[in-house]
């Protein structure tokens, strides 16, 4: 008997279903607006693949005896990729919310000690149960909210110790959870308080012994570096990233997020599957990205919680061609864990259209994250991962705001979320 439980299902009567199947490649400039969408849908899923997506009626015709999800006429969407969080981490900095209202920048609060210092800290004092249990408690939040897919950077351990066991956890957590997990190893996340002095020292440590020990035990996919004042230098970025290319790690880039700092550029050069926050970067920069086929990932969840940051201008973007996806950021900065707020976000302050940001939180997220053979469109072949949501059409999710409109969430054609 094919049961449910081994990702045999059935999902008929799909009033609105968002496919986003289409060319090869991740989307830009019009194609971003190409849902894929189709009324009146059915899809079948086999052993946790999708094997048919069609006409309800048709589909229904070819899968007799399996277990059946009616959708009543509901909207079906892929699963969202979340391209971009730091999830893993000990504590709170809920404090920190008042300061940030009387007016301190992001640089002010860490000079006194809060911010990714602070988390640090508390990571570093979480025995490894902790640890697991906090972070496996966001992400199954983030699991209900929709969220089937998502990258997870390390960055809080900032040493040997401390990053190999965030990043164990990390993977751990993909082959735990009903979440497919991408970790990237992120020790260039700030200089850890200890080396505060003597910041080269802690390059030299990064590139000699902590990327080593990374690459050796195949813990991450990717490498990420923040380069900003006062976190590295883009030599010092190009060093580590050049690094972590030689242990098989593909670079990601915090890249011009409070400064225009030369991220864009060194993203390019480096060939980095993503440059992520680009609030200002430079046109020169932008354009190098495109020819490089750098990705953008656009954060305006950063925006939102942090003082003194703007929001991306993610039309400028989007005309120079570059294909854009989108993440929550989610860290102790900005502890956002739903991807639908994320897509609101980024209609109402990024100006981008339901459509683009759909696109960008689904298919170029997948694609973001080097997943996208696996996941961010219902296609045939592709995991059976998507959403049924309380609503009829695609626009209530930005609409609706911050509403959570899943009322189920099938990973790899298995109910994992049931709200009905
Ligand atoms: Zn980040």
Not at 238 to 243: F, H
Not at 274 to 299: E, F, N, P, Y
Not at 340 to 353: I, P
């Amino acid at each position: 008997m094919r049961s449910e439980a081994d990702g045999n299902l059935l999902i008929v009567n799909v009033g609105q279903l968002l496919t986003f199947a289409g060319p090869e490649g991740p989307r830009s400039g019009s194609a971003m607006r190409s849902l894929g969408l189709m009324k009146e849908a059915g899809i079948l899923m086999e052993d946790g693949l999708i094997t048919l997506v069609g006409p309800s009626r048709d589909v229904m015709g070819e899968a007799r005896g399996l277990e059946t999800l009616d959708a009543r006429g509901r909207l079906v969407i892929p699963g969202f990729v979340d391209a971009h969080t730091h999830a893993a981490f000990a504590g709170s900095r809920h404090n920190e919310l008042t300061d940030k209202l009387e007016g301190k920048s992001y640089a002010e609060i860490a000079r006194e000690g809060g911010g990714i210092q602070r988390t640090v800290r508390d990571t570093r004092a979480a025995t490894e149960d902790a640890l697991k249990v906090e972070t496996y408690g966001r992400l199954r939040r983030i699991i209900s909210a929709g969220t089937t897919s998502a990258e997870i950077k390390s960055g809080y351990g900032l040493n040997l110790e401390g990053e190999l066991r965030l990043l164990r956890i990390i993977v751990e957590a993909g082959a735990e959870l009903p979440l497919n997990v991408v970790p990237t190893f992120m020790g260039a996340h700030a200089v850890p308080y200890e080396h505060r002095k003597n910041p080269t020292a802690y390059v030299e440590e990064l590139v000699q012994t902590i990327i080593p020990a990374v690459s050796s035990q195949g813990l991450a996919r990717y490498c990420d570096v923040f380069v900003e004042e006062g976190f590295f230098a883009k030599d010092e970025a190009r060093t580590i990233l050049e690094a972590g290319k030689a242990g098989g790690m593909r670079p990601k880039v915090h890249a011009d997020e409070i400064t225009s700092c030369g991220g864009a550029e060194l993203a390019a050069e480096v060939e980095a599957i993503t440059a992520d926050h680009l609030l200002h970067s430079s046109t020169t920069g932008l354009k190098a990205m495109k020819r490089a086929g750098t990705i953008a990932v656009l954060l305006p969840g950063t925006s939102f919680s942090t003082a003194g940051i703007p929001y991306c201008d993610a039309h400028r973007i989007i005309q120079l061609g570059i294909p854009v996806a989108l993440g929550s950021d989610l860290s102790p900065n900005s502890w956002l864990e739903t991807m639908q707020f994320v897509v609101t976000l980024a209609c109402y302050h990024l100006r981008m259209h339901p459509e683009e940001a759909l696109c960008a939180a689904t298919i170029n997220a997948a694609w973001a994250v080097g997943l996208e053979q696996e996941v961010g469109s219902i296609e045939e072949g592709k995991r059976g991962d998507m959403l049924l949501l309380d609503a009829k059409d695609y626009r209530e999710i930005p609409y609706r705001i911050a509403s959570n409109l899943v009322d189920t969430v099938v990973k790899d054609g298995v109910v994992v979320v049931s709200r009905q």
